[in-house]
């Protein structure tokens, strides 16, 4: 084949280009007088500043207090006790002595599947069955603590009392190896199933975490004040009584908290399987991936044989209301929001789009399931900007207001920009589903065709969906909302004509009424 003729010739160069690099670093050593000893087993221990003998230790500077006044020549002291091996660019599959860790995606149990191993440490490194680096974008914060001597890169976790409170155990969905590939379903239990791996000293990691938590929203407040959401007990309960400044109670209504167990889940990628979701080869998967990152990802192209790559990207949190054993039971009735990112309005209340307005609305319906006995689930995906981003959703909303903001032109505008109206291809979001156990959903709250089909499409039936009430849309965001129903999107309302997206116009930067 064509792309495996290219994937040859690839490797031919990069080979050439390692011998180069190999040639090069020895003439460097040679003029440094640089002695390499690669045979060493441990690490230099590395100073980390934790000093806490004052108040202004406790008050963030710019530099940590080990980084503050150092000469250049402690600079690289530190940098060859950091990293004293030469730089090694990429790996091979034949290279003397990388033998990566056995890893079967979608074995039936955990011992057979095998753990996630992507770190560099030197227990690890040759075992290494995964590109990439855990905490997905968050990877590069790390780095940055290691550079500065904020955190020892040699650091080992403790997980002790860390274990999920509440179980989402195996299901068939798990050894599936098509079912679920864009995260490790395993990832929250890695301390329990890889524990004689974690102790002999892998550096295995977490990939999802499990807690329990309380939700506060002022929107929530003002639903149970108008009778729309009560008070049981178990799933809603009533907030703590207001205090003044002084610490005295008052009278005022303190408002309602929600029950919820959630989890967080950062993707690691069984490529493979990605590449089958999409329609793609394996190897324009790996190619696209090296490419459209900078070259930042080497291995995808050197390595053919690490199937797993831990993508720096955002993952996705699942907040269920009710008993969360409900989601595998189909008798129970299950309301389900999928929600993607959208910080401007989730978080700040912007009114140019109903994203807040939906998701507050989705889980009002939700807490309403669990409390008539079923259960409800809102996944909030960290897809920013339709995953275009912020920067770009800013840059269409000036084009927009710039532009005349009416609903004929509303997806044009995102494609004028981005060469796309929306990246956030829903091809991979069922997976989250199956790693709880969802058979059947009997409420989705959405109006999205392209989540709606990805589910139906993956197996799980969906009995009804509907969209966010009229009454709740904000007045600016009638141009999306028209915009995406004369595109064909979901609704239960009026149906929208080509004339009709001309007359919805949202209003400009200078107009302050309504």
């Known amino acids: 084949m064509a792309s495996d003729s290219a994937l040859a010739e690839i490797l031919a160069k990069l080979d050439a280009l390692q011998v180069s690099q190999q040639v090069l670093q020895a003439k460097v050593d040679s003029l440094t007088g640089t002695v390499q000893d690669n045979g060493a087993d441990t690490p230099a221990p590395l100073p980390v500043t934790t000093r806490t003998d004052s108040e202004s230790a406790l008050i963030p500077s710019a530099l940590p207090?080990?980084?503050?006044?150092?000469?250049?020549?402690?600079?690289?002291?530190?940098?060859?006790?950091?990293?004293?091996?030469?730089?090694?660019?990429?790996?091979?599959?034949?290279?003397?002595?990388?033998?990566?860790?056995?890893?079967?995606?979608?074995?039936?149990?955990?011992?057979?599947?095998?753990?996630?191993?992507?770190?560099?440490?030197?227990?690890?490194?040759?075992?290494?069955?995964?590109?990439?680096?855990?905490?997905?974008?968050?990877?590069?914060?790390?780095?940055?603590?290691?550079?500065?001597?904020?955190?020892?890169?040699?650091?080992?976790?403790?997980?002790?009392?860390?274990?999920?409170?509440?179980?989402?155990?195996?299901?068939?969905?798990?050894?599936?190896?098509?079912?679920?590939?864009?995260?490790?379903?395993?990832?929250?239990?890695?301390?329990?199933?890889?524990?004689n791996e974690?102790?002999?000293?892998?550096?295995?990691?977490?990939?999802?975490?499990?807690?329990?938590?309380?939700?506060?929203?002022?929107?929530?407040?003002?639903?149970?004040?108008?009778?729309?959401?009560?008070?049981?007990?178990?799933?809603?309960?009533?907030?703590?009584?207001?205090?003044?400044?002084?610490?005295?109670?008052?009278?005022?209504?303190?408002?309602?908290?929600?029950?919820?167990?959630?989890?967080?889940?950062?993707?690691?990628?069984?490529?493979?399987?990605?590449?089958?979701?999409?329609?793609?080869?394996?190897?324009?998967?790996?190619?696209?991936l090296f490419e459209d990152t900078g070259g930042m990802y080497p291995e995808l192209i050197t390595r053919p044989d690490i199937k797993v790559f831990l993508p720096p990207i955002g993952g996705l949190t699942a907040y269920i209301f009710g008993n969360p054993d409900y989601l595998r039971d189909e008798t129970k009735e299950l309301?389900?929001?999928?929600?993607?990112?959208?910080?401007?309005?989730?978080?700040?209340?912007?009114?140019?789009?109903?994203?807040?307005?939906?998701?507050?609305?989705?889980?009002?319906?939700?807490?309403?399931?669990?409390?008539?006995?079923?259960?409800?689930?809102?996944?909030?995906?960290?897809?920013?900007?339709?995953?275009?981003?912020?920067?770009?959703?800013?840059?269409?909303?000036?084009?927009?207001?710039?532009?005349?903001?009416?609903?004929?032109?509303?997806?044009?505008?995102?494609?004028?920009i981005a060469g796309v109206k929306d990246m956030r291809f829903q091809a991979l979001m069922p997976d989250v589903l199956h790693w709880l156990g969802v058979k059947k959903i009997h409420n989705m709250v959405s109006m999205s065709d392209m989540k709606y089909n990805a589910i139906v499409d993956s197996g799980i039936p969906i009995l009804k969906r509907y969209d966010i009430p009229e009454h709740l849309i904000p007045p600016d965001s009638r141009v999306e909302i028209d915009a995406k129903i004369a595109a064909g999107y979901f609704t239960s309302g009026k149906k929208i004509t080509e004339q009709d997206l001309v007359r919805t116009v949202g209003r400009t930067w200078e107009e302050t009424d309504h």
């Open 65 to 195: 207090p080990s980084m503050e006044r150092t000469t250049s020549g402690q600079v690289k002291e530190r940098e060859k006790t950091l990293y004293p091996q030469r730089i090694i660019i990429t790996t091979y599959p034949d290279q003397t002595g990388i033998k990566p860790y056995k890893l079967q995606w979608g074995a039936p149990s955990a011992a057979e599947r095998g753990p996630i191993i992507c770190s560099r440490v030197i227990t690890s490194i040759k075992l290494r069955n995964a590109i990439g680096a855990h905490s997905g974008s968050y990877s590069i914060y790390r780095a940055l603590a290691i550079a500065i001597g904020t955190l020892d890169p040699n650091h080992k976790p403790s997980y002790a009392l860390t274990e999920p409170p509440v179980e989402i155990p195996p299901n068939p969905a798990w050894f599936d190896p098509k079912r679920i590939v864009s995260f490790d379903p395993w990832g929250h239990l890695v301390p329990q199933v890889w524990k």
């Open 198 to 288: 974690l102790d002999n000293g892998l550096d295995v990691r977490p990939s999802i975490a499990i807690t329990k938590a309380h939700i506060k929203l002022s929107e929530l407040d003002v639903a149970s004040a108008a009778g729309s959401l009560t008070v049981d007990g178990k799933i809603v309960i009533q907030s703590r009584p207001l205090r003044d400044e002084t610490g005295k109670e008052t009278s005022g209504n303190p408002g309602i908290e929600l029950l919820t167990s959630k989890a967080a889940v950062e993707p690691v990628w069984y490529l493979p399987g990605v590449a089958e979701r999409f329609g793609i080869s394996e190897s324009l998967l790996r190619r696209a």
């Open 335 to 416: 309301t389900l929001r999928v929600h993607d990112e959208c910080n401007g309005s989730d978080v700040f209340g912007s009114d140019i789009c109903t994203c807040k307005p939906y998701l507050v609305f989705a889980i009002e319906e939700a807490v309403r399931c669990a409390q008539k006995g079923g259960v409800g689930l809102v996944i909030y995906f960290r897809k920013e900007g339709r995953a275009l981003g912020e920067v770009t959703k800013y840059l269409v909303y000036n084009l927009r207001k710039r532009g005349g903001d009416s609903a004929d032109k509303y997806f044009k505008s995102t494609e004028m």
